[in-house]
């Protein structure tokens, strides 16, 4: 996926770093959990974009640099998340 130029490690990577900008308890196994799904999400959902930003006819185009696909992954990763039962205090419940 991602036209070669990035895998789900490297995505998730960037991710964790990000996050880690602004706080310290970041919930790496939920996010690492959901990112395949959200992953494939991505990857069925451009591969059926008319649009030349997102499939360019070979090869599925995401860079988490252009901010509709970020946008659009974190929505994704967030909503599998969710669904797998994470994003809140794992201890609390």
Do not use: T
């Not at 196994?29 to 030349?52: D, H, N, T, V, W």
């Not at 006819?57 to 992954?73: C, D, Q, R, V």
């Amino acid at each position: 996926m991602c036209n070669g130029n990035f895998d789900g490690q490297q995505i998730g990577d960037l991710l964790i770093h990000q996050l880690r900008q602004f706080w310290v308890d970041v919930d790496e196994e939920s996010i690492l959990e959901a990112l395949p799904e959200a992953m494939k999400q991505i990857e069925e959902g451009f591969y059926r974009s008319p649009s030349k930003r997102f499939y360019d006819g070979k090869n599925i185009l995401f860079s988490p640099y252009m901010s509709i696909h970020w946008m659009i992954f974190l929505y994704h990763l967030s909503h599998q998340i969710f669904l797998c039962g994470g994003g809140g205090n794992r201890e609390a419940g």
